[in-house]
Each structure stands twice: as C-alpha cells, then as structure tokens.
C-alpha cells in the first residue's frame, strides 16, 4: 500500500510571495512521483514529474519548479506567485501501473 | 499529442443507471483510467483499462473500444453520495496521464 502526505492543505498568499509545496510518500522505494494543479472549473494539468533523486521533468513552462532532494520527497517552488498560480495542487505517484492522488493543497494568491 | 473529451454534466436519479461517455485522439495509448473527485477532495481510483471489453467491479463498470477510441463508466443503482465529478484520463506510456476536463454528475431524489 502507498500513502502520499502533503502539505500544508490550505494556503493563502500574497502576490509576489514566494512558494513551497511538500509531498512526501511512504511505502516505496524510487517511486515516480508527480505534481498537477487543477484550477477553478479546469482539469488536470501536469506540471512536473520525477523518476527519480534530482530527476525532474517540466510539463508546462511557467514560474513553477520542482524539485527531489530525497527518494520519497517531492517539492513544488516558486519565488513569485502570480495570481494564475491559484487552484488545488496534487501530488501522486505511481503504483502498480495506477497513479494515486494525495490530499491536495489548495492554494490561494490574493 | 493527446484530446479527451467528455460531458460536461449529467443529472440522474437515485436508484438509476448513468453511463458517463469519454473519447479520446491520442498519439500512443496503453491504459485509460477513471477517477472520481468529490468537491474539495483528491480524485480517487475507480477503474483502469488496458483491453477492449467491459471490466466491472461493484455498482460500477468501465467499458473500452480501442478502434473506437471510447470508454464509458457505467454507474448502478445510484446513490446520493455518487454526486461527484469522474475524470477519464488516458496514457501514452511514460507512466503520464492526460486528464479530461471531468464530468459533474448530480444525483437527485
């Protein structure tokens, strides 16, 4: 089984502010992990993923980074929100073929 | 690239069948999954097809024609807690999906 932490759940913050998201997984080991934001009334958008320690992968060119400085941690930064960067962000990993979603954090740029 | 469409919303009965269509242009494919998110919450797992047929599990069932390019999820005996949005995502290897714009479904008395 696979449990996927993240926090905080709820954020708000001023424009200009900087970011930063924290997933971490539990239960296996070198898992690929991935972050999506989901928008107001939008779907799912990809923005990172990793296969592995200092791997990543950027989906969607914007001032969104991520990184993985260890096996089960996933980070998503920013230096300066922008008020697009609003919406609920998830991170998930694969397992058995299948992607599982974590709690979520939604953020909230004011 | 990868183009999924479905529903935007549906309205059904307790008690009935709903069945949620998606459709999909993808550039490869392997799998097509579909989630459900209730308001406010993560999607969680529902069903995942790799092969052309109908894999059921519960009150619900997922049906794939590769050719086609289409899936549906079919929903029994509906209940009140089944109002939710459900996301058809398909992959194209990679282990990455391409999600859909989901479909509100609402269920009523």
């Known amino acids: 089984s696979q449990t996927i932490h993240q926090w905080p759940a709820t954020l708000v913050q001023p424009v200009g502010s900087p970011l930063s998201l924290e997933c971490t997984v539990e239960?296996?080991?070198?898992?690929?992990l991935y972050w999506y934001r989901q928008a107001a009334g939008r779907g799912l958008q990809l923005l990172f993923y990793?296969?592995?320690?200092?791997?990543i992968s950027s989906e969607v060119p914007q001032n969104l980074s991520a990184s993985r400085p260890q096996d089960r941690q996933f980070i998503l930064s920013s230096k300066k929100l922008l008020l697009s960067d609003s919406g609920f962000y998830l991170c998930?990993?694969?397992?058995?073929?299948?992607?599982?979603f974590g709690p979520g954090t939604r953020l909230t740029v004011l | 690239g990868q183009n999924i469409d479905q529903p935007t919303e549906m309205t059904a009965t307790e008690g009935a069948i709903v069945q949620i269509n998606c459709t999909y242009q993808?550039?490869?494919?392997?799998?097509l999954f579909w989630y459900q998110q209730h308001a406010g919450e993560a999607p969680t797992f529902l069903s995942y097809?790799?092969?052309?047929g109908l894999e059921e599990k519960g009150r619900f069932s997922s049906f794939l024609s590769r050719s086609k390019g289409y899936s549906y999820l079919l929903l029994k005996e509906l209940q009140m807690k089944d109002s939710a949005s459900y996301l058809c995502?398909?992959?194209?290897?990679?282990?990455?999906?391409?999600f859909g714009t989901g479909t509100q479904l609402k269920v009523e008395l």
């Open positions: 998930a990993e694969i397992l058995g073929g299948t992607q599982y």
């Open positions: 993808t550039s490869g494919f392997n799998g």
């Open positions: 097809n790799v092969l052309d």
């Open positions: 990793s296969v592995g320690i200092g791997q």
């Open positions: 239960g296996t080991s070198n898992p690929n």
């Open positions: 995502a398909v992959t194209g290897g990679g282990n990455k999906l391409t």
